[in-house]
């Protein structure tokens, strides 16, 4: 929802320092200048951090366009010509005032979560159970600090029906400050552990402090079995509705009456108020059972209890960072816990390493306790407790701290212990600490960086993958943004499985990104978009007549070009209830799909009778937008529109958007960026215009592996029909891509090379179906296992596509759906 300037100024009492544009509006809120992605309706806050103080960037964000600053003092030696600066005595509590004004905008119920742990598994499983029925806000990942939840807050749209968000505090005196931005109609408390202990004088003032979350909240949800949180919520809110679930007390509301463990699954038979209802969830270990019965206790509050949502929970799906369990190296087993480290999680961890049960042994990983606020020898004391008491036969220590636990281990047990990070990595690369045959846990405060522990020790699958860096495809949304006039909205292209990438992924991160509208070219890509949980407005630019129900059930917009497409389409609209939005498409010159000037007398006749049809937008394609010979044809393309649009509005009596540019036209033709831009390519990192090729990044990198190297002798042949025959002696890796995978036979015999330790290395013979083999004769360190990028960072798509005489289009659209797509943000 955007807001003019000035009203901004006033909702957070600003001094206004400058201001020349006071009626320009704001629709996105930044902390950090590597994050600009739409500059003019950006507004930058210069927060103060323990490390970095935003009023250093501020010169930075300008520079990437941005015109709108919140500041508590004029940046050194900082030229903000035509800049709005604001200035406030505290940047983050004018964040947190304009957030908490915003929400005061929406009456929708709101879920207020906050405990020790859990609080983000139980928020994103929240998320995919209801996402289907419901429109849902909810934090991004676990943006539940004083910055974070500012942000978080901000998505709320009239679009959303239900919001979710979570709140963490580590001191006394900052809860309150996010329950005036959440201000919630439900609460949800997880659990209470020693998490951020130290910030407080003991656990019930932490208790206590977590609780005023829900000081607006007219209904809270908890365990009742937690003997330190119930008896202070009856006493604290004996004025509220308390709905209470538990595995032992009959008075509470929902109850646990069987629980059976069975191969990594739990069913669960619940007795609820209206009846009893049995579930499965694909976990285990008692803290995640624990997460899903605080989903399921919130389901039923809200009302959502049906057959469909119970059968959601055996399709949970892990949180990223939260007890990842992945198959290692030497027939390991690996539990990744790297997201935090305290006593309560680790001894969750440990019952669920217990578990697996399926290897001879069992080691833990583990670096200093950060933030308990314990006696270092009490602490490490309960370590070693918790350690014998989940049968561990070897302790990794990790830092220094740690090391006291060494003293209260059992006797007899394997122990090693490193200064940092680096150290311990040094001593598995080099032989000194081996894994082999045993489930490995790997628990580490955040400062460690343990995700390169786990990842040095997960198995490496010699399989082709296609990595969808989500980073590039952000940053290359800003690039064309910074081109765009104020108030351009952005359509973008994620057909064809989002050119290869995947759709709901990539739709999911644009969403978040307040895309104005998405595009598919068939309707069965917008259904599935749809039951992905995407809500953006989705124009389907191929609809079919047999697909029309499905898209209005759906809420999918069709493109229509032609009279008789549309009569067909207001027949199916004829008898239903509500609006149905659609879009024109007009030919204007490319001749391939749309009305055309005779035509459109019967298009507005037919629309005229249907009020219930809204023309969201008119648009066409431009058939050369990158080519300069051909600009005069293009000029004429855009004349052509306008006459037909005109037209239109005088017939329908409102202004549908108009959008006519592709990526390269929206470079090249500014003039006639309108209300919409349509950006497709571009955000995959090719510029067809060449004006901005060098600013993108690439967002797809297609690698496979070598997965065997030969030696040949002279006058030996490789592959199919023996194509290629060894001129002297050589060496030759297989790798695992074939054309069955996206890469063409064509490209064999010397057309195109590979990219391997840092060379290119030249496809020898015929490509086959599943592999090919290239030349490393040149290339001696060539081994085994050895990643191989077909396209990528060092490997443009556009050399491929020129080998191939096509266009990147193609190569990214060919690339098989067997190939596994890997989703990387950097």
Not at 144 to 152: A, C, I, M, T
Not at 628 to 638: K, L, N, S
């Amino acid at each position: 929802m955007p807001y003019r300037i000035r009203t901004i100024a006033e909702v957070i009492g600003a001094e206004v320092l400058q201001m020349p544009h006071p009626e320009a509006e704001v629709s996105h809120l930044l902390l950090d200048s590597r994050q600009v992605v739409f500059p003019r309706v950006s507004l930058f806050f210069a927060l103060r951090g323990r490390r970095l103080d935003g009023h250093d960037f501020v010169q930075e964000a300008w520079q990437q366009g941005v015109r709108h600053f919140v500041v508590e003092r004029l940046p050194a030696n900082a030229t903000l010509t035509g800049a709005t600066i604001l200035r406030v005595s505290d940047a983050l509590a004018a964040l947190q005032q304009l957030a908490a004004w915003h929400r005061s905008h929406f009456s929708m119920p709101v879920v207020g979560i906050t405990g020790s742990n859990g609080k983000t598994i139980v928020k994103e499983w929240l998320y995919q159970l209801l996402h289907p029925f419901v429109q849902v806000v909810h934090n991004p990942r676990s943006y539940n600090s004083q910055s974070g939840v500012p942000l978080s807050v901000w998505q709320l749209d009239a679009r959303h029906e239900l919001a979710i968000f979570e709140a963490g505090i580590s001191r006394k005196g900052e809860m309150e400050r996010l329950a005036a931005i959440i201000r919630p109609t439900i609460g949800l408390f997880t659990t209470l552990g020693p998490a951020h202990d130290e910030g407080f004088a003991d656990r019930q003032e932490k208790l206590r402090e977590k609780l005023k979350l829900f000081a607006t909240a007219e209904l809270i949800v908890a365990c009742r079995d937690q003997q330190e949180v119930w008896p202070v919520l009856q006493e604290q809110f004996a004025d509220r509705r308390l709905f209470s679930w538990s595995r032992t007390e009959t008075a509470a509301d929902m109850l646990v009456v069987h629980e059976e463990v069975c191969d990594q699954h739990t069913r669960l038979r619940v007795r609820l108020p209206g009846g009893m209802v049995g579930l499965e969830v694909p976990f285990a270990d008692r803290a995640s059972v624990e997460n899903a019965l605080h989903c399921l206790a919130l389901c039923v509050v809200l009302g959502y209890v049906t057959p469909e949502l119970v059968g959601r929970f055996a399709r949970l799906e892990p949180v990223a960072m939260r007890l990842e369990l992945k198959e290692g190296v030497q027939q390991c087993l690996v539990v990744n816990d790297s997201y935090n480290a305290d006593l309560g999680s680790l001894a969750i961890a440990l019952q669920f390493l217990e578990q697996q049960g399926n290897r001879p042994r069992r080691t833990l990983i583990l670096s200093d306790i950060l933030q308990s606020g314990r006696n270092a020898t009490v602490l490490y004391r309960d370590v070693a407790r918790l350690v014998a008491g989940h049968g561990i036969d070897r302790f990794v220590g990790v830092g220094q701290a740690v090391r006291a636990a060494a003293t209260h281990l059992p006797k007899g047990m394997e122990t090693a212990f490193f200064d940092t990070t680096e150290a311990l990595l040094a001593a598995i690369d080099a032989g000194r600490l081996d894994f082999a045959n045993e489930a490995v846990l790997i628990k580490g405060a955040r400062d460690f960086a343990f995700e390169r522990v786990a990842n040095r020790l997960a198995r490496k699958v010699h399989n082709t993958v296609l990595e969808v860096h989500l980073g590039a495809l952000v940053h290359n949304l800003s690039v064309f943004s910074k081109y765009l006039k104020p108030g351009v909205r952005t359509m973008a292209m994620v057909k064809a499985a989002a050119y290869g990438s995947g759709s709901a992924e990539v739709a999911r991160l644009l969403e978040f990104h307040n895309i104005s509208y998405l595009a598919v070219a068939y309707a069965d890509e917008g259904v599935e978009l749809r039951q992905a949980g995407i809500r953006t407005p989705i124009l389907v630019l191929n609809p079919e007549e047999a697909a029309f129900d499905m898209m209005l059930r759906h809420a999918l917009e069709p493109e229509l070009y032609s009279p008789a497409l549309l009569r067909k389409f207001l027949q199916q609209v004829e008898g239903r209830g509500g609006e149905a939005g659609i879009h024109l498409k007009l030919d204007t010159g490319m001749h391939r799909l749309g009305f055309e000037p005779h035509q459109l007398d019967e298009a507005l006749r037919l629309l005229r009778v249907h009020p219930r049809v809204c023309v969201r937008s008119v648009f066409s394609h431009l058939a050369a937008s990158e080519d300069p010979e051909e600009d005069a044809f293009t000029h004429r393309q855009a004349q052509a529109f306008m006459a037909m649009y005109a037209r239109i509005v005088e017939a329908l009596g409102y202004r549908p958007m108009r959008h006519i540019l592709n990526s390269a036209g929206i470079l090249r033709f500014p003039e006639y960026q309108w209300e919409m831009v349509r950006l497709g390519i571009g955000l995959y990192g090719i510029d067809s215009s060449g004006q901005v090729q060098d600013a993108l990044r690439p967002v797809l990198t297609l690698k496979a592996r070598v997965s065997q190297v030969k030696q040949l002798a002279l006058g030996e042949t490789v592959g199919y029909n023996r194509t290629w025959h060894a001129e002297a002696p050589a060496r030759i890796a297989t790798v695992t891509i074939g054309y069955a995978d996206g890469l063409p036979r064509a490209l064999g015999r010397g057309r195109y090379a590979l990219y391997v330790r840092g060379r290119k290395a030249p496809i020898v013979g015929n490509v086959c179906m599943d592999m090919c083999m290239i030349d490393v004769t040149h290339i001696p360190d060539v081994q085994e296992g050895d990643e191989v990028e077909v396209f990528g960072q060092h490997l443009p798509v556009q050399e491929m596509a020129r080998r191939l005489d096509t266009i990147p289009y193609e190569v990214f659209t060919g690339v098989s759906a067997r190939v596994k797509r890997v989703y990387i943000q950097e």
